[in-house]
């Protein structure tokens, strides 16, 4: 048997496992929205789709898809018609349309053809008809729309856009708490596929990577044959507490791209990945910086509106080598967000030394305070020690809000690498919580977020 032919056997093989939804390499990667306007409007004093950095802004990140956001002015569509799918076409990427659904009406209308669904499945697919780079389609926080989206509706927009081009792809997106049991058996065989945005749910943040994996492999199992495409929120999350940093959109990413060469994923999207300069997002703020000194620290979270019960706890473990000399001591800076309204006895910080609490204090309103901490007397003898820095919860709390900062290490008779956090990448790898709504992360600032993050989707694209 020749080697093609063993490939291809292998090929149809895999495609019968069960529980897995399968994607020619190297999937779709690429990212949604982040739609860039022309710096001058034209003659008919519009300002239209800037075709040009759209177009060199992906090639730049190695994107085979850009998914293109129907929402402003009409012109976007004679603008996506006459100009974008040809460039696109010609610079080798695929094209998604994305439509707003009818709860986003407070904010967002997709034109010309709004809320009927019917038209745009017609229209987008008479326009692949001649396009065949336009690929396929999604309609935005679909799931929150099922009084709309019904089966029957459903069945009516497939059989719009299927007489006209049947290879056309309908897309929307869903996010993980909403493949409900009836969802599944309703929608899901009357779908090409679904975009899953990752959010860690149910806790809504962008800081903690850790439950992708599990999230992914379970979606794959109960939607076996379907094709899912992550994506990761490169733009902040309404309602979570921080932004994502380049750090956690890496994180994400490159397990994304794993799943797209296990078979468990189709691709990867970007959330307003900003990858032209002109992007507001590109650089963030001095004020984005939260750290004591340099660009990074711990943080430790509990989100407005978020229940936890007493013993939960999320923490940063790090080994500590000693060195030579009598006296051990580690001193940190420390800083949370308590208000003075705020009552005290419920979020705890802590500092363990090999597993036992030495030091602890209540969050209080205030900027950073230094403490230390001699354990002297508690390594005689030892020649490793185990550090971890950890916000504990004394007390269920229902709404209310901190994060608890740690910067600033300085270790006397010991060291270990990256006492001032400056380096994610150090510090993630040995991130823990019990119990879930509790959760830290190494806070590193990037001022050029946009050009520093692009090189890091560009190199994992690049082997996708």
């Known amino acids: 048997m020749t080697r093609l032919a063993l490939a291809t056997v292998l090929a149809v093989l895999l495609s019968m496992l069960p529980g897995v939804s399968h994607a020619a390499a190297p999937g779709v990667l690429g990212t949604v929205g982040n739609l860039i306007r022309e710096e001058q409007p034209r003659a008919d004093g519009v300002r239209h789709t800037d075709t040009k950095a759209i177009i060199a802004g992906l090639k730049a990140i190695n994107a085979n898809t850009y998914v293109y956001p129907m929402a402003g002015d009409d012109v976007q569509w004679t603008d996506l018609r006459d ?16 439509v707003y659904s009818p709860s986003q009406a407070g904010c967002c209308v997709s034109r010309p053809f709004r809320h009927d669904y019917v038209a745009w499945s017609r229209e987008i697919a008479t326009l692949a008809g001649s396009h065949p780079n336009l690929t396929g389609w999604t309609v935005d926080d679909y799931a929150y729309d099922l009084r709309a989206f019904t089966p029957a509706y459903l069945r009516q927009m497939r059989a719009a856009a299927e007489a006209i081009s049947p290879d ?15 969802f ?6 009357l779908l090409d596929g679904v975009i899953f945005p990752f959010r860690d749910e149910p806790y809504r943040d962008t800081s903690w990577p850790w439950s992708l994996s599990y999230q992914v492999r379970q979606l794959a199992q109960r939607l076996p044959g379907t094709e899912i495409y992550l994506m990761p929120y490169a733009h902040p999350l309404s309602h979570a507490a921080q932004k994502p940093t380049v750090s956690y959109v890496e994180a994400v990413t490159r397990k994304g791209v794993e799943h797209v060469r296990s078979g468990e994923l189709a691709g990867v999207l970007q959330y307003k990945l900003p990858y032209h300069s002109r992007d507001l997002a590109w650089t963030r703020p001095a004020a984005d910086n939260l750290a004591r000194t340099g660009s990074g620290r711990l943080s430790f979270v509990v989100q407005q509106n978020t229940a936890t019960t007493a013993g939960m706890w999320c923490g940063a473990t790090r080994t500590a080598t000693l060195t030579s000399g009598t006296v051990k001591r580690i001193t940190f800076h420390h800083s949370d967000t308590r208000g003075p309204q705020d009552p005290a006895g419920h979020h705890v910080k802590q500092f363990l030394l090999n597993g036992t609490v030495v030091w ?10 230094r403490a230390t901490v001699d354990v002297t007397s508690r390594l005689a003898g030892a020649t490793s020690a185990t550090l971890q820095w950890r916000l504990y919860e004394r007390k269920a709390v229902t709404n209310y809000v901190v994060d608890a900062g740690v910067d600033d290490i300085t270790l006397t008779g010991m060291t ?28 590193v600032y990037h001022e050029n977020y946009g050009a520093d993050l692009g090189a890091l989707i560009a190199g994992l694209y690049a082997t996708g």
Do not use: H
Request: aromatic content about 12%; hydrophobic content about 45%; charged content about 15%.
């Open 83 to 98: 100009e974008f799918l040809p460039a696109a076409a010609a610079a080798g990427v695929d094209v998604w349309v994305l």
């Open 360 to 369: 602890e204090r209540d969050v209080t309103a205030g900027t950073w305070v």
């Open 168 to 182: 056309l792809k309908f897309v929307p997106t869903v996010y993980y708490p909403q493949f409900t049991d009836a």
């Open 416 to 443: 270990m690498s990256d006492p001032g956090v400056e380096n994610a990448a150090v510090w993630t790898p040995n991130l823990a919580r019990r119990g879930g709504p509790v959760y830290c992360s190494a806070q």
């Open 184 to 189: 599944v058996a309703e929608q899901i065989p």
